[in-house]
């Protein structure tokens, strides 16, 4: 199998591998095979490998190496990179308080759709959803795989700050907000989970090729977890 893709510099210590134009599962698995043998064989002078949804960037130290040694070790790995081995996906199972105080927005997602917000709720969280890439603030996931009958424009008009845990909608994606952000997406719950902790030895709760289940809670239930977890 031969392993299309384009090079090229980002900046005078950054190179961005892109394999494809068009964001799928397909292109998004060949994007973590490469970040995993890369990692692998990772030499001096790289500093990091940051993967996105159909491309990757290698951040490395100019010092040390150059940009044509930098793309003569990538074409190197690159092109057998189809024989990296593949990592088994993780599922995180994610608790949800839907609607109410932590989804203001769920009864306009609703009436968008002509649905109830049960309807909503349910067919949210039967979805099984992959993890894209990690960006935007420490710990955001993009998700992929969201039901093309829950996709929903952004609000006209961002808030200023969305509270930390909120799950939103956002077009064809859902997420869930790590930190206190603004933001534009339409929230429709909110999980008591911390998915962004600075002093944890893995800061960020989810990893590009996760897998994300959504299952729904009360807010007893959502009360209970933030004592425990506090």
């Known amino acids: 199998m031969t392993v299309e893709y384009t090079l090229f510099p980002l900046c005078e210590y950054a190179?961005?591998?892109r394999f494809s134009d068009h964001i799928d599962e397909d292109v998004n698995d060949i994007v973590h095979h490469t970040t995993a043998r890369l990692q692998a064989k990772r030499k001096e002078g790289i500093?990091?490998?940051?993967?996105?949804?159909?491309?990757?960037?290698?951040?490395?130290?100019?010092l040390v190496i150059d940009y044509i040694g930098i793309g003569a070790w990538l074409r190197k790995n690159i092109r057998r990179s189809e024989q990296a081995v593949q990592r088994s996906a993780r599922t995180v199972v994610i608790p949800v308080c839907y609607g109410g105080e932590f989804g203001p927005d769920l009864p306009d997602v609703a009436r968008f759709h002509g649905m109830t917000e049960d309807e909503v709720v349910a067919l949210h969280s039967a979805g099984r959803y992959r993890v894209y890439m990690?960006?935007?603030?420490p710990?955001?996931?993009y998700?992929?795989?969201?039901?093309?009958r829950l996709a929903t424009p952004r609000r006209p008009v961002p808030r200023t700050k969305v509270?930390?845990?909120s799950v939103g909608i956002a077009g064809g994606q859902t997420g869930v907000y790590p930190l206190a952000t603004?933001?534009?997406?339409?929230?429709i719950g909110r999980t008591p989970l911390r998915l962004f902790d600075p002093h944890r030895e893995k800061p960020s709760l989810l990893a590009a090729g996760d897998i994300v289940v959504f299952q729904p809670i009360g807010a007893d239930e959502f009360a209970r977890w933030s004592e425990e977890h506090d």
């Open 134 to 137: 990690i960006g935007f603030s």
């Open 182 to 187: 603004p933001g534009g997406w339409q929230l």
């Open 15 to 17: 190179v961005t591998i």
């Open 143 to 148: 998700l992929g795989g969201l039901s093309p």
């Open 47 to 62: 500093e990091e490998i940051v993967p996105a949804f159909s491309s990757l960037t290698i951040y490395y130290d100019p």
């Open 163 to 165: 509270p930390a845990g």
């Open 139 to 141: 710990g955001f996931a």
